[in-house]
Nanobody, 123 residues
């Protein structure tokens, strides 16, 4: 499945952004999805996993209460609503798809990746 992430930008601390991850593949709903964050000079880390239906979500502790993942399987789009952004949220955000199931926190379990979209949060 091909994935295209978008929606990154520059905001001040406390601001909000909504990321999108679009797929042209009609099998999008067959995949559990995830978002990952890669800060400058650091490894990619788990942010959230969402089930195939979208009814199940599993968040990293660092984003609980601030970020919300959702998906629209009719439109083949995954979203990440990011509120209360902090400078440490700065970095590239990647969407990914897996056939393994839900929830999956390990990046190497995901089969398909979109390109990163850059989020910059200034203090």
């Amino acid at each position: 499945v091909q994935l295209q992430a978008s929606g990154g930008g520059s905001v001040q601390a406390g601001g909000s952004l909504r990321l999108s991850c679009a797929s042209a593949d009609s099998t999008f709903s067959n995949y559990a999805m995830g978002w990952f964050h890669q800060a400058p000079g650091k490894e990619r880390e788990f942010v959230v996993a969402i089930s195939r239906s979208g009814q199940g979500t599993h968040y990293a502790d660092s984003v609980k209460g601030r970020f919300t993942a959702s998906r629209d399987n009719d439109k083949n789009v995954l979203y990440l609503q990011m509120n209360g952004l902090k400078p440490e949220d700065t970095g590239l955000y990647f969407c990914a798809a897996t056939t393994v199931g839900f929830p999956v926190r390990l990046a190497n379990i995901y089969d398909y990746w979109g390109q990163g979209t850059l989020v910059t949060v200034s203090s």
